[in-house]
């Protein structure tokens, strides 16, 4: 048997001289975890199936645990346990006074559990079928007949652009009940466990899997994870384990030929750093949870179901520490990494603080504050490598939290105070937005917070935020380093909100542009009397609100370039009498799968799932994936229906402003939607995965749709007038155009991702745990570019500007590569490839060869021309033929 130490001691390590005459032995953890490949699924599989590699380390006294590699099904954690009980089991302590304080070492040998890596790609909820219109379009057989009246009368685009500075956040959009057409219903199919809030609930938020299938899935703080542990995993806790991973912990997938990028890289999950548990915990442990904001929720452990809570946890997005709160429970601090040594200070952090240095197997230190309010300190004794346990109840807060280089000074003055909540606010003038962050806290009210930025925050923070920037960072899962910044607010700054973008092809450099020559007008002209001439009714009219909503905004598209770009304002009217009796089935209420709103959750969903029984009916609709994808495109559309014709607005108000509401509700003070459903403001982007639990949390596959969510917003607000709504927009298209750079689109530049990551350029899907480049629907190389580039819209530049545009180009379509893309992804990629060449991209759209199943079903010819004319210089005359019907066309370089 070797005594294992491995002290890091304030004031240097003085124990050397005490255990001279044992033998010392450092065990370095080197995370034996194999690099695995996804085992992509073969059918569109809505159950989870989850295979997973496990290595564990064992010491070599735990002759009885049978090593375990492989788990096929069931619960995540199930198969992920140790042998011994912690609560009963002992090791043999040695306990001496150093300078620091008084240490309890371990003398015995374990090996430090290493979590598991999951080896598939998760698809419950997620369907996999491709989110392109793939359907026949008929050619029409008749031409659209131009209306003998006109009902158009442009809106004052500007109405909702001018100077304010008030809250944008403050008020909400709406507060009474969604449309009568929109039926009621009290029942959801995913059960709302353990909540104990009232009221709307969001269900896209990073705490979900609290209140999700077995409920000890993840979730992600950044820079900490937390987990019920629920009795299993090395520690055999009932409390919450804490854990952080390093970017040497990380495993990546198979490394591509052409670019040099790995495929995939994820973080071990399962992994016990910190387990803050109670002596009153066991088996009949209830987890519940209320509180539950757009940016935290507070997790209860109970006894029992019946019984107060043991333990509360206010778990904020950023929070330095974990904290957890003790109202006379006796504390357990468990691991399932195990420890090396337990120091306690001779010095308490500040009055009132005791403080311990928890040295773990891996070579990792963390560090504990114990802020008593009321009865003794905290008095922890080590009963084995696994579990140090409180002689007495205790009544105050408990923080934890990782050290690293420079941090314990921080931490130290840091201590004693903790996040409930953030407030988010923010104003608008001229081009220039900004968004603060105010925390609330509780516990020593007078120590100023400890908060983790992201290198988004980072990057437009005003000047006094960044002057409270100190140098105490932490590896993050999947968002580069985090910055510890010691504020009790933070505010960012964005200067280039797009308030000249309106419904016409815009640059950031040139801005809207709808001038075009008249030869190149009278081109497009006959093709947009060919496409408003298909049946827009019919095309419109789809089992899903998301192929609907697609549908819906290509010929809103259309219409928009017939008036605005075209001039033609009779063909305009004609097409847009169409759209509105095709929006109208929807506003009505008389879909296929008409909306519902549910009480249970709170928010208007497909009623696809209560009627087939698919969970993954309509892309998850029903649990809340895509919300932002799905109603946006209904926003956009009506923000162009109500551009046009404004007397339309206050009949159909009510409809699309309960849309915005369910994906984008700003205030708390609308109590029928949880706030920000979809956006995440800490993350400054989306996440689109709704109810179903998941051991990499979050995630989203398109960031070009999550950015036209934001778009519809700023489009729809400008319209009704709602200057607020459009600010909002604004701010969030400039949000994502900065966190976009850092998490999804990536170039050469970047140093936010892992340098042999980056050459992917873009996601695929970013999780809170990993990032996959790959889509939910198969592996094709445009399906995975693509993803991010559709809808092309008049926003698109500003999210994916012109350089990372040209990077992906060169990476994988250049030199002829895009011509042997076939259906609609080439169009995609070709519309896509108009922000760098549009000659080159109004070439092939111009092109007599030009097939139309090269056309997603969501996208149109028109736009495409329109969106790529602009800088065409029209050289040769070309003859161009749909439908039978020809005439002349002009073709650019």
């Keep these: ?50 295979t997973v590699t496990i290595t564990v380390a064992l010491a070599k006294s735990d002759k009885n645990r049978s090593p375990l590699t492989e788990a096929s099904s069931g619960t995540p ?17 040695v306990t001496t006074a150093v300078p620091s304080g008084t240490a309890q070492i371990l003398v015995s040998e374990k090996r430090p559990g290493t979590g598991f890596v999951p080896s598939s790609l998760e698809t419950a909820g997620h369907v996999t079928r491709q989110p392109t219109l793939r359907s026949s379009i008929s050619q029409p057989t008749t031409l659209l007949s131009t209306p003998l009246t006109e009902s158009i009368i442009l809106a004052n685009p500007t109405a909702a652009t001018e100077m304010f500075s008030h809250d944008i956040f403050a008020e909400p959009i709406a507060t009474e009940l969604p449309p009568s057409s929109i039926t009621r219903r009290k029942d959801h199919p995913a059960p709302r466990l353990g909540i104990e809030s009232t009221g709307p609930i969001s269900t896209n938020k990073f705490y979900a899997n609290f209140f999700l299938g077995n409920q000890n899935c993840p979730s992600y703080l950044f820079p900490y994870a937390v987990a019920w542990a629920q009795g299993k995993g090395a520690s055999a806790s009932w409390g919450i384990s804490i854990s952080h991973v390093e970017e040497r912990q990380r495993v990546f997938g198979q490394v591509s030929p052409a670019t040099g990028a790995a495929q995939y890289y994820i973080n071990p999950v399962g992994i016990q750093s910190v387990c803050i548990s109670a002596k009153e915990l066991g088996p009949n442990t209830t987890l519940t949870s209320d509180l539950l904001t757009d940016f935290s929720a507070r997790i209860n452990l109970r006894p029992t179901a019946q019984a107060p809570p043991a333990i509360q946890f206010p778990f904020v997005q950023g929070s330095a520490f974990v904290s957890a709160i003790f109202n006379g429970s006796t504390p357990l601090i468990q691991t399932g990494v195990f420890y090396k040594t337990v120091t306690r200070s001779t010095k308490d952090a500040k009055s009132g603080v005791t403080k311990y240095k928890l040295h773990l197997e891996d070579g990792a230190t963390w560090l504990l504050y114990a802020h008593h309010t009321r009865g003794d300190p905290l008095d922890l004794q080590v009963i084995n490598n696994g579990l140090a346990q409180s002689k007495g109840p205790f009544h105050g807060v408990i923080q934890v939290a990782k050290d690293s280089r420079n941090a314990e000074a921080l931490y130290d003055r840091a201590c004693g105070t903790y996040p409930v909540g953030v407030e988010l606010c923010g104003n608008v003038k001229d081009t220039t937005g900004s968004y603060t962050f105010k925390f609330k806290k509780a516990g020593m009210l007078m120590t100023t917070l400890a908060m983790f930025a992201l290198p988004h925050h980072k990057s437009s923070f005003d000047n006094e935020t960044r002057a409270r920037m100190t140098n105490v960072t932490l590896q993050t899962t999947t968002k580069g380093i985090a910055t510890a910044v010691v504020a009790d607010s933070w505010t960012m700054i964005e200067t280039d909100l797009p308030l000249n973008m309106g419904f016409v092809p815009w640059s950031p450099k040139a801005g809207s542009v709808s001038t075009l020559s008249s030869t190149v007008k009278a081109f497009i002209h006959n093709i947009t009397l060919q496409e408003l001439s298909q049946n827009m009714i019919l095309q419109t009219n789809q089992n899903s609100m998301y192929f609907s909503g697609k549908a819906l905004a290509k010929f809103a598209t259309i219409v928009i370039a017939a008036h605005d770009v075209l001039g033609d304002t009779p063909l305009a009217q004609a097409g847009l009498d169409q759209l509105k009796i095709a929006f109208s089935r929807f506003s009505e209420n008389k879909q296929q799968y008409p909306l519902v709103y549910e009480s249970a959750w709170g928010g208007v969903v497909s009623s696809a799932t209560y009627v087939t029984g698919n969970s993954g009916a309509d892309f998850g609709n029903t649990y809340y994936n895509d919300h932002h994808f799905h109603y946006g495109y209904f926003v956009y559309c009506a923000a162009v229906i109500g551009h046009l014709d404004p007397s339309w607005v206050p009949v159909n108000k009510a409809f699309v402003n309960t849309l915005v509401r369910d994906f984008a509700n700003p205030s708390s003070r609308d109590k029928l939607f949880p706030v920000w459903r979809a956006f995440d403001w800490y993350h400054g982007h989306s996440w689109a995965h709704g109810l179903f639990e998941t051991l990499d949390g979050k995630d989203q ?57 980056i050459g992917n350029k873009v996601a695929g899907i970013l999780f809170e745990n990993k990032i996959d480049h790959t889509t939910y629907f198969g592996m094709n190389i445009e399906y995975i570019q693509g993803i991010h580039m559709l809808p092309l819209l008049p926003h698109t530049p500003m999210t994916r500007a012109p350089d990372f545009v040209a990077e992906e180009w060169n990476t994988y379509f250049s030199s002829g590569r895009a011509d042997t893309v076939v259906g609609g992804w080439k169009g995609i990629l070709f519309g896509n490839y108009a922000t760098i060449d549009p000659r080159g991209a109004y070439a092939f759209f111009s092109t007599p060869e030009f097939d139309p199943s090269w056309l997603d079903g969501g996208a149109s010819l028109t736009w495409y021309l329109c969106y790529s004319a602009g800088e065409s210089t029209p050289i040769l005359t070309l003859t161009y033929t749909l439908a039978n019907i020809s005439f002349p066309a002009l073709g650019g370089l």
């Excluded at 005459?21 to 370095?28: D, G, I, L, M, Y």
């Design 77 to 93: 954690y199930d198969h992920y346990f140790s042998s011994f009980d912690p609560l009963t089991s002992t090791a043999s302590v």
């Design 1 to 50: 048997m070797f005594l294992l130490l491995v002290l890091t001691l304030l004031q240097g390590s003085a124990l050397g001289s005490v255990l001279s005459e044992s033998k010392r032995h450092v065990r370095h953890n080197k995370h034996p975890v194999a690099a695995v490949q996804l085992q992509r699924p073969a059918t569109s599989t809505l159950t989870l199936s989850i």
């Design 701 to 757: 596959e398109s960031s070009s749709e999550d950015s036209m969510a934001s778009y519809a917003i700023k489009m729809w607000g400008t319209v009704v007038g709602d200057r607020n709504m459009a600010a909002r927009g604004n701010l969030m298209l400039a949000v994502q155009a900065r966190s976009f750079r850092d998490y999804y689109l990536y170039y050469d530049n970047n140093t936010v991702q892992p340098p042999n990551f």
